[in-house]
T-cell receptor, first 114, second 117 residues
């Protein structure tokens, strides 16, 4: 069965510092991996995805993520955090053999202090 | 292009009632998926529709149902509401469905906040 784990409920960083939000996954086939962000009282906004190819994926708002097949991880990163990055971040996976439903992690709250 | 729209944004119902939520996908998108978001269970997949057919279904009781119209708009219905159905219901659209769509991102609406009293 597919699953996604986000081991940290909350990540706190100071503005200007690099940030990392962790995600590990488990699928039977090849993974398609996604990161979404949710602001209060809003739906989810797509940040980036990994399908195949380069392990480093660049996305919206300066975010990037690194796919590591041996560690089954897809951590979200940003070199310099902004206060406006404070939000709830979700990692999601699809198995290429299991249909189109997205399986989400529990979410990580990112708090960036000024 | 307009995004995914969901109506209503907020609903308050009592136990035993039924409710219908509506979702209009991005123009040209033919796949609509529904998710339930709660603090305890997180985001859970309900079902997906493509070309008026249910393509995929999550692990929810039969009280949860949906449909899709020829213009790709979708509705979901919850009958005999329970307190545990209180949640944010999110609709997402994407261009296609099936194997070729597994790598397509989904675009989410703002959600409908359902409160069951």
């Amino acid at each position: 069965a597919q699953s996604v784990a986000q081991p940290e409920d909350q990540v706190n960083v100071a503005e200007g510092n690099p940030l990392t939000v962790k995600c590990t996954y488990s699928v039977s086939g090849n993974p398609y991996l996604f990161w979404y962000v949710q602001y209060p009282n809003r739906g989810l906004q797509f940040l980036l995805k990994y399908i195949t190819g380069d392990n480093l994926v660049k996305g919206s708002y300066g975010f990037e993520a690194e796919f590591n097949k041996s560690q089954t991880s897809f951590h979200l990163k940003k070199p310099s955090a902004l206060v406006s990055d404070s939000a709830l971040y979700f990692c999601a996976v699809r198995d290429d053999q299991a249909g189109t439903a997205l399986i989400f992690g529990k979410g990580t709250t990112l708090s960036v202090s000024s | 292009k307009a995004g995914v729209t969901q109506t209503p944004r907020y609903l308050i119902k009592t136990r035993g009632q039924q409710v219908t939520l509506s979702c209009s996908p991005i123009s040209g998108h033919r796949s609509v998926s529904w998710y339930q978001q709660t603090p305890g269970q997180g985001l859970q997949f309900l079902f997906e529709y493509f070309s008026e057919t249910q393509r995929n279904k999550g692990n929810f009781p039969g009280r949860f149902s949906g449909r899709q119209f020829s213009n790709s708009r979708s509705e979901m219905n919850v009958s005999t509401l329970e307190l545990g159905d209180s949640a944010l219901y999110l609709c997402a659209s994407s261009l296609t469905s099936g194997a070729e769509s597994s790598y397509n991102e989904q675009f989410f609406g703002p959600g409908t906040r359902l409160t069951v009293l």
